[in-house]
């Protein structure tokens, strides 16, 4: 299983990856308060300044350090690594 590194040795399964979003907006502020008080927050940043908000299909938001850009770029390897994996078998 590949796993999506999200900064300070955090990985997460990209497989319940909804959505990698900034934490600007007064949206995914309110979100990141209501998970906090559902208890489905992951604060992933070590202490530093919040630059992501990971959204999991299970409902939790995954906070990390790394740019949306970032993360978004590192989802993207995996996806090809998976397609060249897949065209690899076939092959022989």
Known sequence: ???LGIGFGN?????????IVSP???????L???????GL???ASFGRST???????SGHAILSALAPEVLAAR???RKEEK????SEKTIG
């Open 41 to 43: 927050l992951i604060d």
């Open 51 to 57: 630059r992501s908000v990971i959204i999991a299909d």
């Open 1 to 3: 299983m590949k796993l």
């Open 11 to 19: 990985y997460v399964s990209p497989g319940h990856v909804i959505s």
């Open 75 to 77: 989802l993207e390897e």
């Open 83 to 86: 397609l060249e994996e897949g």
């Open 32 to 38: 990141v308060q209501e998970t906090r008080d559902r």
């Open 24 to 30: 600007d907006s007064a949206p995914i502020k309110r």
